[in-house]
């Protein structure tokens, strides 16, 4: 099986930075990915990682060491915008489904 | 291309009925998958489709479901007999399948309320 494994709830300030962590336990990992997901909307597609290290996409980044099983999503700048969910999920293997860990609630306070 | 759409949007509907959504894909995509959402939970993955073969489906998927592709385009999830436990938020994705790291495009989902 697959455990997924992600805080709850987060606050943070507009301007400041808030760092999402996932831990995963699973066998024939192939990959992770990180989703936002706003109330009431469809999960977006925000990064994946196969390899180790830091993947830059603008304000967001994502970390995936694979020996520890973990990754981490770092969003930069604040702004009220991204009060969202983000989603944390593994891919297996290649064209299989995604397992997504419960979600983190981000909450960006003025 | 308009993404991925569903529909419909909400379905209310009394106990015992029973309910069918359809999806359909980002156009190229060959890959469809259903999740089903509850509030404060992540997507759980119900089944999914590589063009019209349905390669694999979730043990959370009892004999009440089904699901079909029937010419690898749109797809339709049926739920035969309804539940209350059946209330979610029903999410149907799309992925080109080309690589490894190709992310799957969700639509907006079905609300279904069981009553």
């Known amino acids: 099986g697959q455990n997924i494994d992600q805080p709850t709830e987060m606050t943070a300030t507009e301007g400041a930075i808030v760092q999402i962590n996932c831990t995963y336990q699973?066998?024939?990992?192939?990959?992770l990915f990180w989703y936002q997901q706003h109330a009431g909307e469809a999960p977006t597609f925000l990064s994946y990682?196969?390899?180790?290290g830091l993947e830059e996409k603008g304000r967001f980044s994502s970390f995936l060491s694979r020996s520890k099983g973990y990754s981490y999503l770092l969003l930069k700048e604040l702004q009220m915008k991204d009060s969202a969910s983000y989603l944390c999920?593994?891919?297996?293997?290649?064209?299989?489904?995604?397992?997504f860990g419960g979600g983190t609630r981000v909450l960006v306070k003025p | 291309d308009t993404g991925v759409s569903q529909d419909p949007r909400h379905k209310i509907t009394k106990r015992g009925q029973n309910v069918t959504f359809r999806c359909d894909p980002i156009s190229e995509h060959n890959r469809l998958y259903w999740y089903r959402q509850t509030l404060g939970q992540g997507p759980e993955f119900l089944t999914y489709f590589q063009n019209e073969a349905q390669l694999e489906k979730s043990r959370l998927l009892s004999d009440r479901f089904s699901a079909e592709r029937p010419k690898g385009s749109f797809s339709t999830l049926e739920i035969q007999r309804t539940e209350q436990g059946d209330s979610a938020m029903y999410l149907c994705a799309s992925s080109s399948g080309q690589g490894n790291n190709s992310p799957l495009h969700f639509g907006n989902g079905t609300r279904l309320t069981v009553t």
């Open positions: 999920a593994v891919i297996k293997a290649a064209g299989n489904k995604l397992t």
């Open positions: 990682n196969v390899l180790d």
């Open positions: 699973t066998s024939g990992f192939n990959g």
